[in-house]
């Protein structure tokens, strides 16, 4: 259990912390292709019996979605601890993850001399949730399914945090922008709707409910995981839709398209998979991608940070003048 208890509590925390830092919407949306992808990654080829090959796909997919709870998952788990899996380490793992997160925000806050109070604390919180929003949607979404084999302790707990991820969350972000005093919470909560043009600001909500459409994925899954692969191309091109019909964000309106062009790629090595001997090439080919994916999204945003900070310039000018 410790083993993999620690290696996925430094996942966890890494990836949470170091998007939290580098945190915008602009960043959030260009993340949703790779998720898609991510989902690619579950296994649908019941003949591989390479365990080398296997591994390193579950790898590449914990390092995009983390954990879902699929049996490769178990299997890594077994073969690293020698012992039955249980579902008590993944929630020890993101409590822990939580709760580093937690005195990351204290030395953060301390470093960036940010003043400790509730309202950066919530602040501090929602980004974690956001960020999490899809691992913990999946993740606690295939427990359901599977909730006839789950002790009755974690189907309670996997519960409880589907309904505050699925319903509860999105409703509070709702009200932050929309709800009572919202002058207040969009000044103190502003990284809500920055970047956004005014009359999209509410496109972060859209993005949870594009993550939540997923799950109909997960379902066709169950039964039909070869098949199911097909509608992973629908979320790429409703994305792709939405993305370009509609100028969500000031600028970068072709960058969706790169991205999401090298998620469709990965989907496509996915299913091929299901009707040729898959080799190492194959998955070495889907590590190549992915790393081009995150350098691209480094790119992007490199240049997104430089372009707002002009036109924050431009805008502090105007008002001198």
């Not at 207040?184 to 956004?196: A, D, G, M, P, V």
């Not at 993305?243 to 969706?256: A, E, S």
């Not at 469709?264 to 299913?271: A, Q, R, T, V, Y």
């Amino acid at each position: 259990m410790l083993i993999v208890f620690s290696i996925f509590s430094f996942l966890f925390f890494a990836k949470t912390a170091l998007l939290s830092y580098f945190f915008s919407n602009y960043l959030i949306f260009l993340l949703y292709p790779l998720e898609i992808s991510g989902l690619s990654l579950l296994n649908s080829n019941e003949t591989i019996d390479d365990e080398l090959i296997l591994n390193l796909n579950t790898y590449l997919r914990w390092t995009t979605i983390n954990w879902i709870g699929i049996d490769e998952d178990y299997k890594i788990f077994e073969q690293l601890e020698n012992e039955t899996p249980n579902n008590y380490t993944i929630l020890l793992s993101w409590l822990l993850t939580f709760t580093l997160y937690q005195f990351y925000y204290l030395i953060y806050s301390k470093i960036k001399k940010i003043r400790l109070n509730k309202f950066n604390w919530i602040r501090f919180n929602l980004k974690y949730l956001i960020i999490n929003y899809f691992s913990f949607f999946t993740w606690n979404l295939f427990i359901l399914f599977k909730i006839d084999n789950m002790n009755f302790w974690i189907a309670l707990v996997n519960i409880l945090i589907f309904n505050f991820v699925t319903f509860w969350f999105p409703s509070l972000i709702f009200y932050f922008i929309y709800g009572d005093e919202l002058f207040f919470y969009r000044n103190t909560f502003s990284f809500l709707i920055e970047s956004f043009n005014i009359k999209y600001k509410y496109y972060g909500i859209i993005l949870l409910s594009l993550k939540s459409l997923c799950g109909f994925y997960l379902l066709f899954y169950n039964y039909m995981p070869v098949e199911s692969k097909y509608l992973l191309f629908f979320f790429n091109f409703l994305y792709l839709f939405l993305m370009n019909k509609y100028r969500v964000f000031k600028q970068h309106k072709n960058d969706f398209n790169v991205i999401t062009l090298i998620s469709i790629i990965i989907n496509i090595l996915s299913i091929v998979e299901n009707y040729y001997p898959i080799t190492l090439a194959f998955i070495i080919t889907k590590y190549i991608l992915v790393g081009l994916y995150i350098s691209i999204v480094i790119f992007y945003c490199r240049n997104f940070r430089k372009e707002d900070d002009i036109n924050q310039d431009l805008i502090e000018m105007d008002v001198v003048e």
